[in-house]
């Protein structure tokens, strides 16, 4: 039989190399400058009687589909490294691991009858401590809850990543040359081609056709619960540091040897 915690360990092993992948593909994408922001004239310019000009988003191209599909399997070992533990738990306990499964529920008020449900209980009263301070809820660790849920909603819709683009944060508009104007950094989420930013009078620094410089992140969408406008790779690496974190934790707390488990 394989050794206690080391399951854990190799789900989450997996996940880095599917994160690895997924770092990947992001920057694959972006190497081919798929987004732009464009100084150009607003459309509405000839009905309103005046020239406007619009900071524009251009887009060249979306990311693959099977994008989706690799985040799926992250949050897949995520969720599966912390079923494989609490097995490990309830067998050094010397007990059965038939339906077992590590705790989520909605509310603190639920954990302890989750738990059983679970059959943690059998892993005996220092786990379930430990598990209630980790506190595997809405309202408790978000960010553990959410490997949870995401794992649940991959198995019903795929995961697919929106873009959200910042536009330069020093942008110095020249509407009075003797005092420029300085335009902070404007964020958002993009759903479109053509997509305006910003709509403002003629600037002499920033003719139409002007690129401005912006940066561009892949986060989740609104479909991702507390996960939603978060930067997706650097919150999966959260997330499986996390996971790690909490293998590691028992693993200390049950160094062993386990007499139950033979040698």
């Known amino acids: 039989m394989i050794a206690p915690f080391e399951a854990s360990d190799l789900k989450i092993a997996r996940t880095k190399k599917h994160l690895q992948e997924l770092d ?7 190497s081919t400058k798929p987004f732009r922001l464009v100084v150009e004239p607003w459309e509405l310019n000839e009905k309103l009687g ?25 949050f897949h070992n995520l969720r599966t490294s912390l079923d494989v533990l609490a097995c490990d738990l309830v067998r050094i306990a010397g ?6 499964y590590f705790p989520f529920c909605d509310d603190a008020t639920g954990l302890p009858e989750m738990i059983k449900r679970r059959n943690l209980h059998r892993a005996g009263p220092e786990v379930v401590k430990i598990i209630s301070d980790l506190k595997p809820y809405r309202g408790g660790n978000d960010a553990l809850r959410a490997i949870h ?5 991959d198995k019903h819709r795929a995961l697919v990543p929106v873009i959200a683009g910042g536009a330069s944060p020093a942008a110095m508009i020249g509407f009075n040359p003797a ?7 404007i964020k958002s989420k993009i759903h ?17 056709g002007t690129e401005l410089f912006a940066e561009w992140v892949i986060i989740f969408g609104t479909e991702a619960g507390p996960l939603a406008g978060c930067e997706v790779i650097k919150t999966i690496n959260h997330l499986m540091h996390l996971t790690e974190s909490i293998v590691q934790l028992f693993r200390t707390r049950f160094p062993g040897p386990y007499p139950s488990l033979g040698p």
């Open 24 to 30: 990947a593909e992001i920057t694959s994408f972006f």
């Open 50 to 74: 005046y020239v406007t000009h619009a900071w524009v988003v251009r887009i060249s191209g979306m990311l693959a589909p099977t994008v989706s599909t690799i985040i799926g399997d992250i």
């Open 95 to 100: 007990k059965s691991d038939k339906g077992v």
């Open 149 to 153: 849920d995401m794992n649940i909603l």
């Open 179 to 185: 005092q420029p104007t300085n335009v902070p950094s």
């Open 192 to 208: 479109r081609d053509g997509q305006y930013l910003v709509v403002m009078p003629p600037v002499s620094n920033l003719p139409p």
